[in-house]
């Protein structure tokens, strides 16, 4: 009989075939979880300012001039947003469609909080981070 313990190897789950090291994969989801947040903050902000806009506005023409980098500063974070998760998803070796529906989340108001939470669930499960 063996007396040592092997709870700690139980819990995690079969880790991908050829993923990358902890160490690496540490750092993908870091940048993915500050991108998500980025992302789904600024897409908030998006949103109240198209609500604001066509909603409430009489003549989206008099909207303050300000308004407009609303938009390119979500792209761009967005952006970003997408070369960490392909980044974090080559790394943890996601399939396709995982992959794709994380960085379809930085497109729908509150989704990628939501993703960014169950993904950092995932990835700390398999690899034991």
Do not use: C
Request: without cysteine; proline residues 5%; charged residues 20%.
């Amino acid at each position: 009989m063996s007396t040592r313990d092997n709870s700690a190897e139980t819990t995690l789950a079969p880790r991908p075939i050829g993923a990358a090291a902890p160490e690496k994969i540490r750092g993908a989801l870091l940048r993915y979880r500050v991108l998500a947040w980025i992302t789904g903050l600024w897409l908030l902000v998006l949103t109240g300012e198209m609500i604001y806009k066509y909603l409430l506005l009489e003549d989206s023409s008099t909207a303050p001039e300000w308004l407009f980098y609303i938009g390119q500063v979500h792209g761009i974070f967005y952006m970003l947003y997408l070369v960490f998760t392909i980044d974090l998803g080559i790394k943890a070796r996601w399939k396709p469609m995982t992959t794709f529906a994380t960085a379809l989340a930085g497109t729908i108001p509150f989704l990628s909080f939501v993703f960014e939470h169950k993904r950092t669930q995932d990835v700390k499960e398999t690899f034991g981070l």
